[in-house]
């Protein structure tokens, strides 16, 4: 069952019953506190953007996936904790949501040809922590670190999946990887070719950029004040997220 958005969840008051278990209990909050969260009925559990609740301690990562409308044929599940890099969770493996520091969940699309051999070794101009070469190196699709001839640094990713509603199936996704990168954010995304919805209707606020790679689409999209870069928390996986959350909201904001 899906509740409110999750800037709209409040953290009920811990009612304690004859068993010792908590009504209701979410998660994300008890993560940005640093505390264990108790054992409980329900757990409001945020995947990407919006918050579910489930009614077990241990879900299994294919059942998280599948409350938010996805599976694991398509999609992959990260749990994010507090100050830490995201971890993959398996389709079959047990999430123990009473454990300490989870804060959410996050998917990423999976590409089709999953499964096949390693794809090559592009461009490495310059060198991303391990755990975000780890996290690229999982998407099993082609990706290169650029260092254009200004200085600017700039991670690229090949036949990335283009949601539903797009004339175009997949595109070569690029990011700005700014200096001080993950302590600052990464902001907005380029695609090319230029992404064009399939209806006709415009996409607003977008821009070309001309690299030695190429020309790309700017997707002038940024984060809130109310919803900033979380040092130590957000990185490739979680901007990516939003990038998915980006393309779909196009078709939900009008």
Same mark, same amino acid.
């Given at each position: 069952?899906?509740?409110?958005?999750?800037?709209?969840?409040?953290?009920?008051?811990?009612?304690?019953?004859?068993? &010792?278990?908590?009504?209701?209990?979410?998660?994300?909050?008890?993560?940005?506190?640093?505390?264990?969260?108790?054992?409980?009925?329900?757990?409001? +559990?945020?995947?990407?953007?919006?918050?579910?609740?489930?009614?077990?301690? *241990?879900?299994? #990562?294919?059942e998280l996936l599948h409350l938010a409308g996805k599976s694991?044929? =398509? %999609?992959?599940?990260?749990?994010?904790?507090?100050?830490?890099?995201?971890?993959?969770?398996?389709?079959?493996?047990?999430?123990?949501l009473h454990a300490h520091g989870i804060e959410r969940f996050?998917?990423?699309?999976? *590409?089709?040809?999953?499964?096949?051999?390693?794809?090559?070794?592009?461009?490495?101009?310059? +060198?991303?922590?391990?755990?975000?070469?780890?996290?690229?190196?999982?998407?099993?699709?082609?990706?290169?670190?650029?260092?254009?001839?200004?200085?600017?640094?700039?991670?690229?990713?090949?036949?990335?999946?283009?949601?539903? #509603?797009?004339?175009?199936?997949?595109?070569?996704?690029?990011?700005?990887?700014?200096? #001080?990168?993950?302590?600052?954010?990464? *902001?907005? +995304?380029?695609? %090319?070719?230029?992404?064009?919805?399939? *209806?006709?209707?415009?996409?607003? &606020?977008? =821009?070309?950029? %001309?690299?030695?790679?190429? +020309?790309?689409?700017?997707?002038?999209?940024?984060?809130?004040?109310?919803?900033?870069?979380?040092? #130590?928390?957000?990185?490739? %996986?979680?901007?990516?997220?939003?990038?998915?959350?980006?393309?779909?909201?196009?078709?939900?904001?009008?």
């Open positions: 069952m899906r509740a409110e958005d999750a800037n709209e969840v409040i953290l009920v008051e811990e009612i304690f019953d004859h068993g &010792n278990l908590v009504e209701l209990v979410v998660i994300e909050e008890f993560a940005r506190r640093g505390e264990r969260p108790p054992r409980a009925k329900v757990y409001a +559990v945020r995947i990407d953007k919006h918050v579910y609740h489930v009614h077990k301690a *241990d879900p299994t #990562g294919e694991s044929a =398509t %999609s992959k599940l990260y749990q994010i904790f507090k100050g830490k890099q995201p971890e993959p969770v398996l389709p079959t493996q047990h999430v123990d996050t998917t990423v699309p999976k *590409d089709p040809r999953e499964g096949s051999p390693a794809t090559a070794v592009l461009r490495r101009d310059f +060198v991303l922590p391990g755990t975000e070469m780890q996290f690229l190196d999982s998407l099993a699709l082609p990706w290169s670190t650029v260092r254009e001839p200004s200085g600017q640094l700039l991670l690229v990713i090949e036949d990335w999946q283009i949601p539903t #509603g797009y004339t175009q199936r997949v595109a070569k996704l690029a990011l700005v990887i700014p200096p #001080g990168y993950p302590d600052t954010q990464i *902001d907005m +995304v380029y695609f %090319s070719p230029a992404l064009a919805r399939s *209806d006709g209707r415009q996409i607003n &606020n977008l =821009t070309v950029v %001309s690299w030695s790679i190429g +020309v790309f689409q700017q997707w002038s999209r940024h984060r809130t004040p109310q919803q900033p870069w979380r040092a #130590g928390v957000d990185d490739l %996986s979680t901007h990516l997220s939003l990038v998915d959350d980006y393309l779909r909201r196009e078709f939900t904001i009008r």
